[in-house]
């Protein structure tokens, strides 16, 4: 229902925030988000998750789909979150093995930096 | 009889508002923040998982009871002609089942229950929650009255 996804350029990187509740209904919206950025070459993503207030398995699912997408373009996908109740909905799924989780974007671009500059020299 | 029972037609926009009910419900009945979003996340997964499965011209029907110590919550799909669908072979989603069975404190998912007033087995979710700290029983029906100031 109240679902907002913006994106800027910070760093390299793109940072999609996303806001309100992310769940069966409103997944798609952000499916197709992430969909448009991959394909615009975006491949380096920051999905900031601060204001995102509910979660489900469907918003997972797309979540999951993004990380697939920007890794067949040797991209990355990194969040941020904090929030408690977010943060369960991925441990019970198991997903904080997938996805890094970090608490700020700076953590979060710095991290997916020196993980690229890894990558690049192995 | 439910405390209460609502029936949507099978569409993801509604799962929200059925989703609003539960937890209303729940909080009425003296559950915590932490529990509720449990609550929240797993009536979500429930109905989100029978609208998917919900035939053309069926509803959804969840339906909630508590009895001031427990919350419990069935969702069962309705054909057209208002019937609970019986269990199908379709794949469940993995993470749909793990945040279902990480939120509930007793869950029971689609063949494998004997769904309550219903004698053979069918389709649909049961889920229940344990009030961590049941309130003492006051005099029903002024439950959520207005307590009296205290003179000082």
Not at chain 2, 48 to 61: E, F, K, S
Request: charged share 25%.
């Amino acid at each position: 229902m109240d679902l907002s996804v913006t994106s800027r350029e910070e760093s390299g990187r793109t940072i999609v925030e996303v806001s309100g509740e992310i769940d069966v209904y409103t997944a798609p919206t952000l499916r197709e988000r992430l969909n448009e950025l991959v394909g615009a070459g975006h491949h380096h993503l920051v999905v900031d998750m601060e204001g995102v207030e509910f979660l489900d398995s469907t918003g997972l699912g797309v979540l999951v789909g993004g990380l697939k997408r920007v890794r067949s373009h040797d991209g990355s996908l990194h969040l941020v979150c904090q929030r408690e109740k977010i943060l369960k909905v991925f441990r019970i799924t198991g997903l904080t093995k997938v996805f890094p989780i970090h608490d700020t974007v700076a953590d979060a671009i710095a991290a997916s930096a020196s993980v690229d500059g890894a990558g690049a020299a192995s | 009889m439910p405390t209460i029972a609502l029936r949507f037609s099978p569409l993801a926009e509604h799962v929200r508002t059925a989703r609003l009910v539960a937890v209303s419900v729940a909080r009425r009945a003296g559950f915590e923040e932490g529990q509720l979003d449990e609550i929240r996340i797993a009536i979500g997964e429930a109905c989100a998982r029978a609208v998917g499965r919900t035939t053309a011209g069926g509803l959804v029907d969840m339906r909630l009871c508590d009895d001031s110590s427990r919350l419990e919550v069935t969702v069962v799909e309705r054909g057209a002609d208002g019937e609970v669908l019986p269990a199908t072979d379709e794949n469940e989603d993995p993470l749909a089942l793990a945040l279902l069975q990480g939120m509930a404190d007793d869950v029971s998912v689609a063949g494998s229950t004997t769904l309550p007033g219903v004698e053979e087995r069918r389709a649909g979710v049961r889920l229940a929650w344990a009030l961590s700290d049941p309130a003492p029983v006051t005099s029903p029906g002024v439950l959520h009255a207005p307590q009296p100031r205290q003179r000082t």
